[in-house]
């Protein structure tokens, strides 16, 4: 069984930093591609940061040159450096995966960010 859990979240003030950690278990993790997307209240859930089983990542615009996606295989986690954190960024942070041998997605339970200016 598929299984990603994440960690990390709380709340700092802006201009913080935090990183939130994702374990997956229950699949070959490296073959697998990773990625962050967040939620806002009364917003959609928009991608944050990919990451390809190679290591190749992009970013959307609104977090490039902040934030930071990792990978280590040999933990099965991805990471999500945040950097000069902004109101703005306080969302819900989901952790997600495809694993490539089923084209299945998953998801984690997500962790709450809270950016306070």
């Known amino acids: 069984q598929v299984q990603l859990v994440e960690s990390g979240g709380g709340l700092v003030q802006a201009g913080g930093s935090l990183r939130l950690s994702c374990a997956a278990s229950?699949?070959?993790?490296?073959?697998?591609?990773m990625g962050w997307y967040r939620q806002a209240p009364g917003k959609q859930r928009e991608l944050v940061a990919h990451?390809?089983?190679?290591?190749?990542?992009t970013y959307a615009d609104s977090v490039k040159g902040r934030f930071t996606i990792s990978r280590d295989n040999a933990k099965n986690t991805v990471y999500l450096q945040m950097n000069s954190l902004k109101p703005e960024d306080t969302a819900v942070y989901y952790c997600?995966?495809?694993?490539?041998?089923?084209?299945?997605?998953?998801w984690g339970q997500g962790t709450q960010v809270t950016v306070s200016s």
């Open positions: 997600w995966m495809l694993v490539v041998t089923t084209n299945y997605e998953y």
């Open positions: 229950g699949t070959k993790f490296s073959i697998n591609p």
């Open positions: 990451i390809t089983s190679g290591g190749s990542t």
